[in-house]
Protein backbone atom coordinates (compact mmCIF):
# COMPACT_ATOMS: atom_id res chain seq x y z
CA UNK A 1 0.00 0.00 0.00
CA UNK A 2 1.51 3.12 -0.93
CA UNK A 3 0.74 6.62 0.76
CA UNK A 4 0.34 8.94 -1.73
CA UNK A 5 1.44 12.93 -1.25
CA UNK A 6 2.37 15.38 -3.93
CA UNK A 7 4.98 17.86 -4.11
CA UNK A 8 4.71 21.01 -5.57
CA UNK A 9 8.02 22.66 -6.90
CA UNK A 10 8.91 25.89 -8.42
CA UNK A 11 11.78 24.50 -11.53
CA UNK A 12 12.82 21.00 -12.27
CA UNK A 13 15.75 19.22 -10.49
CA UNK A 14 18.57 19.36 -12.73
CA UNK A 15 22.27 18.07 -13.52
CA UNK A 16 24.48 19.81 -16.07
CA UNK A 17 27.55 21.22 -16.63
CA UNK A 18 28.82 19.27 -13.27
CA UNK A 19 25.58 20.92 -10.90
CA UNK A 20 23.74 18.56 -9.36
CA UNK A 21 20.09 20.39 -8.26
CA UNK A 22 18.10 18.16 -6.16
CA UNK A 23 14.58 20.16 -5.55
CA UNK A 24 12.83 19.83 -1.88
CA UNK A 25 9.77 20.64 -0.67
CA UNK A 26 9.27 20.95 3.52
CA UNK A 27 11.08 22.46 6.38
CA UNK A 28 10.34 25.65 8.17
CA UNK A 29 8.78 27.77 5.02
CA UNK A 30 7.48 27.20 1.84
CA UNK A 31 9.46 25.40 -0.83
CA UNK A 32 12.84 26.44 1.38
CA UNK A 33 16.34 25.98 -0.30
CA UNK A 34 18.14 24.19 2.30
CA UNK A 35 21.62 23.68 0.81
CA UNK A 36 23.83 24.98 -1.96
CA UNK A 37 27.78 24.25 -2.41
CA UNK A 38 29.82 21.80 -3.95
CA UNK A 39 30.74 18.58 -2.70
CA UNK A 40 34.26 18.36 -1.49
CA UNK A 41 34.68 14.39 -3.12
CA UNK A 42 32.14 14.43 -6.57
CA UNK A 43 33.23 10.93 -7.70
CA UNK A 44 32.54 9.67 -4.16
CA UNK A 45 29.57 11.43 -3.73
CA UNK A 46 28.26 10.56 -7.10
CA UNK A 47 28.97 6.80 -5.86
CA UNK A 48 27.44 7.17 -2.87
CA UNK A 49 24.28 8.85 -4.20
CA UNK A 50 23.76 6.12 -7.03
CA UNK A 51 24.59 3.17 -3.85
CA UNK A 52 21.18 4.90 -1.86
CA UNK A 53 19.30 5.17 -5.49
CA UNK A 54 20.54 1.43 -6.50
CA UNK A 55 18.72 0.17 -3.47
CA UNK A 56 15.64 1.97 -3.75
CA UNK A 57 15.03 0.41 -6.68
CA UNK A 58 16.05 -3.15 -5.98
CA UNK A 59 13.96 -5.67 -4.29
CA UNK A 60 16.05 -8.68 -2.53
CA UNK A 61 13.88 -10.79 -1.57
CA UNK A 62 11.91 -12.70 -5.15
CA UNK A 63 13.86 -10.10 -7.25
CA UNK A 64 11.29 -8.14 -9.94
CA UNK A 65 11.72 -5.64 -12.64
CA UNK A 66 13.64 -2.55 -11.07
CA UNK A 67 11.11 0.20 -9.48
CA UNK A 68 12.20 4.04 -9.49
CA UNK A 69 12.01 5.17 -6.04
CA UNK A 70 12.31 8.05 -4.39
CA UNK A 71 15.52 8.70 -1.74
CA UNK A 72 14.70 11.05 1.31
CA UNK A 73 17.15 13.56 1.43
CA UNK A 74 17.22 15.68 4.82
CA UNK A 75 19.76 18.66 5.33
CA UNK A 76 20.20 19.69 9.08
CA UNK A 77 22.50 22.51 10.20
CA UNK A 78 25.79 20.81 9.39
CA UNK A 79 24.91 17.63 7.61
CA UNK A 80 23.16 16.12 4.91
CA UNK A 81 21.27 12.69 4.52
CA UNK A 82 20.20 10.46 2.20
CA UNK A 83 18.16 7.72 2.91
CA UNK A 84 16.12 5.02 1.08
CA UNK A 85 14.81 1.53 1.55
CA UNK A 86 15.21 -1.52 -0.59
CA UNK A 87 12.00 -2.49 -2.68
CA UNK A 88 11.32 -5.38 -0.54
CA UNK A 89 11.90 -2.82 2.73
CA UNK A 90 14.65 -5.86 3.94
CA UNK A 91 17.88 -2.99 3.53
CA UNK A 92 17.88 0.32 4.66
CA UNK A 93 20.39 2.71 3.49
CA UNK A 94 22.08 6.09 4.13
CA UNK A 95 24.28 8.37 2.80
CA UNK A 96 25.44 11.07 5.48
CA UNK A 97 27.59 13.86 4.15
CA UNK A 98 29.22 15.89 7.07
CA UNK A 99 31.11 19.33 7.00
CA UNK A 100 34.18 17.69 5.37
CA UNK A 101 32.60 16.71 2.27
CA UNK A 102 30.70 19.70 1.22
CA UNK A 103 31.87 23.26 0.27
CA UNK A 104 28.95 25.04 1.01
CA UNK A 105 25.89 26.02 3.86
CA UNK A 106 22.77 24.39 5.41
CA UNK A 107 21.20 27.75 4.57
CA UNK A 108 17.33 26.36 5.93
CA UNK A 109 16.83 23.09 7.11
CA UNK A 110 14.41 20.12 5.46
CA UNK A 111 13.03 16.90 4.27
CA UNK A 112 12.31 15.95 1.06
CA UNK A 113 11.94 12.61 -1.94
CA UNK A 114 14.49 13.20 -4.69
CA UNK A 115 14.07 11.87 -7.87
CA UNK A 116 16.61 9.76 -8.46
CA UNK A 117 15.40 8.20 -11.91
CA UNK A 118 17.51 6.33 -14.72
CA UNK A 119 18.66 9.72 -16.18
CA UNK A 120 20.00 11.23 -13.31
CA UNK A 121 22.13 7.89 -12.18
CA UNK A 122 23.34 8.06 -15.90
CA UNK A 123 24.46 11.29 -15.44
CA UNK A 124 26.00 10.63 -11.73
CA UNK A 125 27.92 7.62 -13.40
CA UNK A 126 29.24 9.62 -15.94
CA UNK A 127 31.12 12.31 -13.12
CA UNK A 128 34.65 11.24 -13.27
CA UNK A 129 38.34 13.33 -12.83
CA UNK A 130 37.89 16.66 -11.91
CA UNK A 131 34.60 16.88 -12.75
CA UNK A 132 32.60 19.60 -10.18
CA UNK A 133 29.35 18.53 -8.97
CA UNK A 134 27.74 21.18 -7.47
CA UNK A 135 24.63 20.51 -5.26
CA UNK A 136 21.25 22.54 -4.52
CA UNK A 137 18.53 21.67 -2.45
CA UNK A 138 16.22 23.99 -2.94
CA UNK A 139 13.22 25.43 -4.50
CA UNK A 140 14.27 25.72 -8.22
CA UNK A 141 12.66 22.46 -10.09
CA UNK A 142 10.02 19.93 -10.61
CA UNK A 143 11.52 17.54 -12.99
CA UNK A 144 15.00 16.53 -13.38
CA UNK A 145 17.09 17.52 -16.26
CA UNK A 146 20.44 16.31 -17.41
CA UNK A 147 22.52 17.08 -20.32
CA UNK A 148 20.33 14.45 -22.18
CA UNK A 149 17.79 16.32 -21.66
CA UNK A 150 14.69 16.86 -19.16
CA UNK A 151 12.47 14.32 -17.15
CA UNK A 152 8.47 14.79 -16.77
CA UNK A 153 7.30 15.88 -13.67
CA UNK A 154 5.92 13.75 -11.40
CA UNK A 155 4.22 13.32 -8.00
CA UNK A 156 6.50 11.78 -5.77
CA UNK A 157 5.24 8.05 -3.82
CA UNK A 158 6.74 7.07 -0.37
CA UNK A 159 5.32 4.16 0.34
CA UNK A 160 3.94 3.45 3.79
CA UNK A 161 5.96 0.68 4.32
CA UNK A 162 9.14 3.14 4.26
CA UNK A 163 7.36 4.87 7.07
CA UNK A 164 7.37 2.06 8.83
CA UNK A 165 10.50 0.96 8.26
CA UNK A 166 11.84 3.85 9.65
CA UNK A 167 10.54 3.89 12.73
CA UNK A 168 11.70 0.06 13.43
CA UNK A 169 15.02 0.88 12.04
CA UNK A 170 15.65 3.80 14.66
CA UNK A 171 14.64 1.64 17.49
CA UNK A 172 17.02 -1.78 16.49
CA UNK A 173 19.89 0.45 15.48
CA UNK A 174 19.25 2.27 18.95
CA UNK A 175 20.42 -1.98 19.82
CA UNK A 176 23.61 -1.67 18.45
CA UNK A 177 27.04 -0.44 19.27
CA UNK A 178 30.39 -0.98 17.35
CA UNK A 179 31.36 -4.95 16.85
CA UNK A 180 34.44 -4.73 14.16
CA UNK A 181 36.45 -1.62 12.21
CA UNK A 182 38.58 -3.18 8.92
CA UNK A 183 40.73 -1.12 6.54
CA UNK A 184 39.22 -0.86 3.36
CA UNK A 185 41.86 -2.85 1.54
CA UNK A 186 40.70 -5.86 3.55
CA UNK A 187 36.75 -5.00 3.37
CA UNK A 188 36.82 -5.32 0.02
CA UNK A 189 38.49 -8.71 0.04
CA UNK A 190 35.88 -10.35 2.35
CA UNK A 191 33.62 -8.63 -0.14
CA UNK A 192 34.58 -10.61 -2.56
CA UNK A 193 34.47 -13.88 -0.95
CA UNK A 194 30.95 -13.28 0.21
CA UNK A 195 28.62 -15.64 -1.28
CA UNK A 196 26.98 -14.94 -4.75
CA UNK A 197 23.24 -12.39 -4.76
CA UNK A 198 21.13 -15.22 -4.68
CA UNK A 199 22.22 -16.92 -1.57
CA UNK A 200 19.82 -16.30 1.50
CA UNK A 201 21.81 -18.24 3.94
CA UNK A 202 22.13 -16.88 7.40
CA UNK A 203 25.69 -16.44 8.65
CA UNK A 204 27.88 -14.57 10.75
CA UNK A 205 31.00 -11.96 10.79
CA UNK A 206 33.62 -12.63 13.29
CA UNK A 207 36.21 -10.09 13.90
CA UNK A 208 39.74 -11.97 13.05
CA UNK A 209 43.15 -9.89 13.25
CA UNK A 210 42.57 -6.80 10.50
CA UNK A 211 39.57 -8.41 8.80
CA UNK A 212 36.69 -10.59 9.38
CA UNK A 213 36.12 -14.16 9.07
CA UNK A 214 32.14 -16.25 8.34
CA UNK A 215 30.95 -18.79 10.64
CA UNK A 216 27.87 -20.31 10.62
CA UNK A 217 26.68 -20.09 14.22
CA UNK A 218 26.63 -17.17 16.77
CA UNK A 219 29.16 -16.39 19.41
CA UNK A 220 30.14 -13.65 21.62
CA UNK A 221 30.96 -10.97 19.50
CA UNK A 222 29.45 -12.07 15.95
CA UNK A 223 27.33 -9.90 14.07
CA UNK A 224 24.75 -11.27 11.91
CA UNK A 225 25.02 -11.62 7.81
CA UNK A 226 22.12 -12.58 6.06
CA UNK A 227 21.78 -12.55 2.15
CA UNK A 228 25.34 -11.49 2.10
CA UNK A 229 24.70 -10.26 -1.81
CA UNK A 230 22.58 -7.47 -0.11
CA UNK A 231 25.96 -6.02 1.15
CA UNK A 232 26.91 -5.23 -3.02
CA UNK A 233 25.59 -1.55 -3.28
CA UNK A 234 28.93 -1.33 -1.31
CA UNK A 235 31.07 -2.00 -3.60
CA UNK A 236 31.21 1.18 -5.64
CA UNK A 237 32.41 3.07 -2.75
CA UNK A 238 34.82 1.22 -1.86
CA UNK A 239 37.57 2.60 -3.56
CA UNK A 240 36.86 5.68 -1.60
CA UNK A 241 36.43 4.19 1.29
CA UNK A 242 39.12 4.04 4.34
CA UNK A 243 37.25 2.10 6.84
CA UNK A 244 34.39 -0.32 7.21
CA UNK A 245 32.60 -0.33 10.79
CA UNK A 246 30.35 -2.96 11.63
CA UNK A 247 27.54 -3.07 14.28
CA UNK A 248 25.23 -5.16 15.88
CA UNK A 249 23.72 -5.84 19.25
CA UNK A 250 25.10 -8.63 21.69
CA UNK A 251 24.74 -11.99 21.09
CA UNK A 252 25.79 -15.25 21.90
CA UNK A 253 25.40 -18.72 21.27
CA UNK A 254 22.19 -19.89 20.14
CA UNK A 255 20.88 -15.92 19.73
CA UNK A 256 18.64 -15.89 16.85
CA UNK A 257 19.06 -13.67 13.61
CA UNK A 258 19.82 -9.97 14.11
CA UNK A 259 19.43 -7.08 12.04
CA UNK A 260 23.36 -5.17 11.69
CA UNK A 261 24.53 -2.03 9.87
CA UNK A 262 27.74 -2.34 7.65
CA UNK A 263 29.27 1.38 7.60
CA UNK A 264 31.93 2.74 4.91
CA UNK A 265 33.76 6.19 5.91
CA UNK A 266 35.58 8.22 3.29
CA UNK A 267 36.21 10.71 5.77
CA UNK A 268 33.61 12.99 4.61
CA UNK A 269 30.71 10.86 3.86
CA UNK A 270 29.44 7.50 5.79
CA UNK A 271 27.42 5.00 3.41
CA UNK A 272 25.77 2.67 5.60
CA UNK A 273 23.54 -0.63 4.90
CA UNK A 274 21.62 -1.89 7.92
CA UNK A 275 20.20 -5.81 7.13
CA UNK A 276 17.02 -6.95 8.55
CA UNK A 277 17.90 -10.00 10.24
CA UNK A 278 16.70 -12.43 7.49
CA UNK A 279 16.42 -11.95 3.71
CA UNK A 280 12.38 -12.45 3.32
CA UNK A 281 11.55 -10.46 5.92
CA UNK A 282 11.32 -6.81 5.55
CA UNK A 283 11.96 -4.12 8.84
CA UNK A 284 7.85 -2.72 8.37
CA UNK A 285 6.62 -5.69 10.09
CA UNK A 286 9.15 -6.07 12.84
CA UNK A 287 7.10 -4.64 15.86
CA UNK A 288 9.76 -3.11 17.57
CA UNK A 289 8.41 -0.24 18.05
CA UNK A 290 5.07 -1.53 19.45
CA UNK A 291 5.78 -2.22 23.45
CA UNK A 292 6.57 1.75 23.13
CA UNK A 293 3.66 2.61 21.73
CA UNK A 294 1.66 1.24 24.49
CA UNK A 295 1.17 3.52 26.76
CA UNK A 296 -1.18 5.75 27.48
CA UNK A 297 1.62 8.69 27.82
CA UNK A 298 2.97 7.80 24.66
CA UNK A 299 0.93 10.47 22.51
CA UNK A 300 1.02 13.75 24.48
CA UNK A 301 4.41 13.06 25.28
CA UNK A 302 5.42 12.89 21.53
CA UNK A 303 3.62 16.15 21.11
CA UNK A 304 5.81 17.58 23.44
CA UNK A 305 9.07 16.39 22.32
CA UNK A 306 8.11 17.38 18.88
CA UNK A 307 7.56 21.14 19.96
CA UNK A 308 11.28 21.13 21.51
CA UNK A 309 13.03 18.98 18.91
CA UNK A 310 15.95 21.71 17.11
CA UNK A 311 17.61 21.18 13.58
CA UNK A 312 20.80 20.07 15.72
CA UNK A 313 23.12 17.62 14.04
CA UNK A 314 21.72 14.99 16.81
CA UNK A 315 19.11 14.42 19.86
CA UNK A 316 20.55 14.68 22.92
CA UNK A 317 17.82 12.48 25.17
CA UNK A 318 18.72 13.79 28.63
CA UNK A 319 18.58 17.17 27.20
CA UNK A 320 15.09 16.79 26.21
CA UNK A 321 14.34 14.64 29.28
CA UNK A 322 15.22 17.93 31.25
CA UNK A 323 13.49 20.78 29.13
CA UNK A 324 10.05 18.53 28.78
CA UNK A 325 10.00 17.54 32.63
CA UNK A 326 10.04 13.83 31.71
CA UNK A 327 12.36 10.75 32.11
CA UNK A 328 14.81 9.42 29.57
CA UNK A 329 12.69 6.57 29.30
CA UNK A 330 9.34 8.59 28.35
CA UNK A 331 11.41 10.45 25.99
CA UNK A 332 12.66 7.67 23.90
CA UNK A 333 9.29 5.92 23.31
CA UNK A 334 8.18 9.16 22.67
CA UNK A 335 11.15 9.29 19.91
CA UNK A 336 9.85 6.07 18.83
CA UNK A 337 6.11 7.44 18.28
CA UNK A 338 7.45 10.50 16.23
CA UNK A 339 9.67 7.69 14.27
CA UNK A 340 6.42 5.85 12.93
CA UNK A 341 5.66 9.45 11.35
CA UNK A 342 9.38 9.48 9.59
CA UNK A 343 10.52 12.40 12.11
CA UNK A 344 13.10 10.98 14.03
CA UNK A 345 16.07 8.49 12.78
CA UNK A 346 19.08 7.45 15.14
CA UNK A 347 23.02 6.81 13.56
CA UNK A 348 24.92 4.27 14.81
CA UNK A 349 28.36 5.90 14.22
CA UNK A 350 27.29 8.79 16.47
CA UNK A 351 25.22 7.16 18.61
CA UNK A 352 22.20 9.56 18.87
CA UNK A 353 18.96 10.28 17.32
CA UNK A 354 18.35 12.60 14.31
CA UNK A 355 15.86 14.84 13.20
CA UNK A 356 13.84 14.67 9.83
CA UNK A 357 10.68 16.23 8.63
CA UNK A 358 7.98 14.35 6.60
CA UNK A 359 4.56 14.96 5.75
CA UNK A 360 2.94 12.79 8.52
CA UNK A 361 1.44 13.04 11.66
CA UNK A 362 2.53 10.49 14.56
CA UNK A 363 -1.50 9.83 14.91
CA UNK A 364 -1.11 7.43 12.34
CA UNK A 365 1.25 4.53 14.20
CA UNK A 366 -2.34 3.25 15.64
CA UNK A 367 -3.19 3.14 12.05
CA UNK A 368 -0.02 1.39 10.67
CA UNK A 369 -0.06 -0.98 13.30
CA UNK A 370 -2.59 -3.66 13.06
CA UNK A 371 -1.33 -5.66 16.49
CA UNK A 372 -1.62 -2.44 18.27
CA UNK A 373 -5.04 -1.83 17.13
CA UNK A 374 -5.76 -5.19 18.05
CA UNK A 375 -4.51 -4.69 21.90
CA UNK A 376 -6.18 -1.48 22.44
CA UNK A 377 -9.82 -3.47 21.21
CA UNK A 378 -9.52 -5.91 23.50
CA UNK A 379 -8.60 -3.57 26.61
CA UNK A 380 -11.61 -1.69 25.50
CA UNK A 381 -13.41 -4.93 25.11
CA UNK A 382 -12.33 -5.98 29.05
CA UNK A 383 -10.64 -8.79 27.29
CA UNK A 384 -8.19 -9.74 30.06
CA UNK A 385 -8.26 -10.98 33.23
CA UNK A 386 -6.20 -12.82 35.30
CA UNK A 387 -5.78 -16.32 36.62
CA UNK A 388 -3.30 -16.24 39.38
CA UNK A 389 0.42 -15.08 37.84
CA UNK A 390 -0.83 -15.66 34.17
CA UNK A 391 -2.93 -13.27 32.77
CA UNK A 392 -5.62 -14.46 30.38
CA UNK A 393 -6.96 -12.54 27.16
CA UNK A 394 -10.52 -14.19 25.99
CA UNK A 395 -10.90 -13.21 21.96
CA UNK A 396 -13.89 -14.66 20.45
CA UNK A 397 -14.03 -18.13 21.54
CA UNK A 398 -10.33 -18.52 22.37
CA UNK A 399 -8.57 -17.83 25.49
CA UNK A 400 -5.24 -17.27 25.30
CA UNK A 401 -2.63 -17.08 28.53
CA UNK A 402 -0.32 -14.72 28.61
CA UNK A 403 2.87 -14.86 31.19
CA UNK A 404 5.89 -12.25 31.82
CA UNK A 405 9.11 -13.22 31.59
CA UNK A 406 12.00 -11.24 33.94
CA UNK A 407 13.24 -9.38 31.24
CA UNK A 408 10.06 -7.54 30.55
CA UNK A 409 9.53 -9.67 27.89
CA UNK A 410 5.93 -11.82 27.43
CA UNK A 411 4.96 -15.49 26.30
CA UNK A 412 1.57 -16.35 25.25
CA UNK A 413 -0.50 -19.13 23.60
CA UNK A 414 -1.24 -17.72 20.81
CA UNK A 415 -0.38 -18.80 17.35
CA UNK A 416 1.53 -15.81 16.70
CA UNK A 417 3.89 -15.70 19.33
CA UNK A 418 4.57 -19.82 18.72
CA UNK A 419 5.50 -19.01 15.41
CA UNK A 420 7.84 -15.94 16.60
CA UNK A 421 8.76 -16.82 19.45
CA UNK A 422 9.16 -12.88 20.25
CA UNK A 423 11.41 -12.21 17.48
CA UNK A 424 9.08 -10.15 16.07
CA UNK A 425 7.59 -8.07 18.83
CA UNK A 426 4.97 -8.87 21.22
CA UNK A 427 1.47 -10.22 20.08
CA UNK A 428 -1.09 -8.13 20.67
CA UNK A 429 -2.43 -10.30 23.71
CA UNK A 430 0.75 -9.61 25.26
CA UNK A 431 0.27 -5.28 24.03
CA UNK A 432 -3.33 -5.74 25.78
CA UNK A 433 -1.80 -7.13 28.89
CA UNK A 434 1.31 -4.61 29.01
CA UNK A 435 -1.84 -1.96 28.63
CA UNK A 436 -3.70 -3.02 31.52
CA UNK A 437 -0.64 -3.41 33.98
CA UNK A 438 0.79 -0.17 33.13
CA UNK A 439 -2.78 1.52 33.76
CA UNK A 440 -3.59 -0.31 36.82
Known amino acids: ?64 NPASLDPVVTGSRNRLRFESF ?35 REALARVGGLDP ?66 DRSVLWAVPAGRTLRLTSRPGPGAICLAGAGRLAALRGLLRFATTLRVYGPSV ?32 SGEGGVLASLASDDVTDDAALVSVLLSWDPTIDVPTLAAQAGLTDERVRAALVQLGTAGRVGYDVAEQAYFHRVLPYDAGRAERD ?36 LPDGGYTCTCRWWSRHRGERGPCKHALAVSMVEVSA
Not at 42 to 63: D, K, M, N, W
Not at 142 to 170: I, N, Q, Y
Not at 259 to 277: N, Q
Open 1 to 64: MNALQTYRYLRPSALSDGDLALQTSGGPSANPRFFVGFLTAPRAAASGLLAVAEVARTRYHQPV
Open 86 to 120: SGCCGVYARLDVSPAGFDGDVVEHGTTNVDVNAPL
Open 133 to 198: LHLSVGPDDLTVSTMDGPVVEKKVPLPARWLRGFAEVHVLAAEMTLRAEVPATEAAAFLRRLPSAG
Open 252 to 283: GAGSPAAASVWELDTGGMRLSLTLSPEPYRGF
Open 369 to 404: NPRLVGARTLVEAGAVGRDGDVATVSHGTEVYRVRR
